[in-house]
Antibody, heavy 116, light 110 residues
């Protein structure tokens, strides 16, 4: 059973860079696309971007200029960086494993708060 | 970019009743790439339906999905207490590669 465990800084100041990591246990990064998805408190879900084991990426057009998703196949991990954060980036961030363009396996979520 | 509109925003029903949730797309969506998720407070979303009508592993058969083109439906045939949650539809479009979610339907106990 694939499990995703994620971690990263939970409190940032405006203009800082958000950095999260997601480790994959019980499975390989190969043969899947891996996404980051976020959810502002009390609101809906927003797809941020995805990556495959080869490092090919797709990003949401609204976030593309600030987002970088990368993989470390040796560690079986993927990472998210979001630059120049503002209060609007406050959200629970999830990593998820994609299959047939939907997500069966999700991380536990990480609340990131942006506040001065 | 394809938009998804879910209705109603909130649905108040009693256990044992039938729930019908709607998801309408701003343009035609491939049925292969239409999914439904359930989310409970403090939890990650759980995949219920993929390919518009296929149940994910372990999902009870009281959950069913249907539809094509721009109109999709999630039906819960007989509500159990654990079914009260928020439900999201989600689609994937390839030009450009992009995933979008509906705004969610909150299913609450009447």
């Amino acid at each position: 059973q694939v499990q995703l465990q994620q971690w990263g800084a939970g409190l940032l100041k405006p203009s800082e860079t958000l950095s999260l990591t997601c480790a994959v246990y019980g499975g390989s990064l190969s043969d899947y696309w891996w996404s980051w998805i976020r959810q502002p408190p009390g609101k809906g879900l927003e797809w941020i971007g995805e990556i495959n084991h080869g490092g090919s990426t797709n990003y949401s057009p609204s976030l593309k200029s600030r987002v970088t998703i990368s993989v470390d196949t040796s560690e079986n991990q993927l990472s998210l960086k979001l630059t120049s954060v503002t209060a609007a980036d406050t959200a629970v961030y999830y990593c998820a494993r994609g299959r047939q363009k939907q997500w069966l396996n999700w991380g536990q979520g990480t609340l990131v708060t942006v506040s001065s | 970019e394809i938009g998804l509109t879910q209705s109603p925003g909130t649905l108040s029903l009693s256990p044992g009743e039938r729930a019908t949730l709607s998801c309408r797309a701003s343009q035609s969506v491939s049925s292969s790439y239409l999914a439904w998720y359930q989310q409970k407070p403090g939890q990650a979303p759980r995949l219920l339906i993929y390919g518009a009508s296929s149940r994910a592993t372990g999902i009870p058969d009281r959950f069913s999905g249907s539809g094509s083109g721009t109109d999709f439906t999630l039906t819960i045939s007989r509500l159990e207490p654990e079914d009260f949650a928020v439900y999201y539809c989600q689609q994937y479009g390839s030009s450009p590669p992009m995933y979008t979610f509906g705004q969610g339907t909150k299913l609450e106990i009447k």
